[in-house]
Antibody, heavy 120, light 112 residues
Framework: QVQLVQSGAEVKKPGASVKVSCKASGYTFTSYGISWVRQAPGQGLEWMGWISAYNGNTNYAQKLQGRVTMTTDTSTSTAYMELRSLRSDDTAVYYC?????????????WGQGTLVTVSS | QSVLTQPPSASGTPGQRVTISCSGSSSNIGSNYVYWYQQLPGTAPKLLIY???QRPSGVPDRFSGSKSGTSASLAISGLRSEDEADYYCAAWDDSLSGPPVVFGGGTKLTVL
């Protein structure tokens, strides 16, 4: 069965960086893409970007350009999302979700979420 | 302020039919598929409806989606207590002024 398992919760200081991992299993990793979606406490869903696991192409939300980098390691079927220059409003649960070979709004499997807390 | 507009709350009694609306524009709902996600308390979202009105395997046929123009709706018939959750609509957005994937602000469904 398809599973996306994310790394554990993180606590970071403002200005620091965080890197969240998402290990996929149960499907051919390079046949799909991975999107990252975050959810601030008590708030709605916000799309952060997408990466093709096939060729590494990316599409980032404009508001995060320059601060976010999404990568994949096909040898371990793992996707990564790194967010730099963290601010308090980056505090959120970060989800990885399986998407298509091109960026789209369809996410058929989701990771369990990783809470990132940014606090001094 | 979300690009797609949903009512913040909805409610119904067991067995009732409820609908949740999602309003957008020509650059998103008007020209692209709509997706619906269900988020039970404390869990990750789950795909409920894809391509406007298709149900993934395992989603009960009590859930149905529709789209007309720049609006979409999610209908839940035979409401059950386990349907109490947050529901989000999503769509691709062709405008270059914001992110290409946009979500509604979410609707909290309460089963009375």
């Amino acid at each position: 069965q398809v599973q996306l398992v994310q790394s554990g919760a993180e606590v970071k200081k403002p200005g620091a960086s965080v890197k969240v991992s998402c290990k996929a299993s149960g499907y051919t990793f390079t046949s799909y893409g991975i999107s990252w979606v975050r959810q601030a406490p008590g708030q709605g869903l916000e799309w952060m970007g997408w990466i093709s696991a096939y060729n590494g192409n990316t599409n980032y939300a404009q508001k995060l350009q320059g601060r976010v980098t999404m990568t994949t390691d096909t040898s371990t079927s793992t996707a990564y999302m790194e967010l730099r220059s963290l601010r308090s409003d980056d505090t959120a649960v970060y989800y990885c979700a399986r998407g298509g070979v091109v960026p789209a709004a369809q996410f058929d499997y989701w990771g369990q979420g990783t809470l990132v807390t940014v606090s001094s | 302020q979300s690009v797609l507009t949903q009512p913040p709350s909805a409610s119904g009694t067991p067995g009732q039919r409820v609908t949740i609306s999602c309003s957008g524009s020509s650059s998103n709902i008007g020209s692209n598929y709509v997706y619906w996600y269900q988020q039970l308390p404390g869990t990750a979202p789950k795909l409920l409806i894809y391509r406007n009105n298709q149900r993934p395997s395992g989603v009960p046929d009590r859930f149905s989606g529709s789209k007309s123009g720049t609006s979409a709706s999610l209908a839940i018939s035979g409401l059950r207590s386990e349907d109490e959750a947050d529901y989000y609509c999503a769509a691709w957005d062709d405008s270059l002024s914001g992110p290409p994937v946009v979500f509604g602000g979410g609707t909290k469904l309460t089963v009375l």
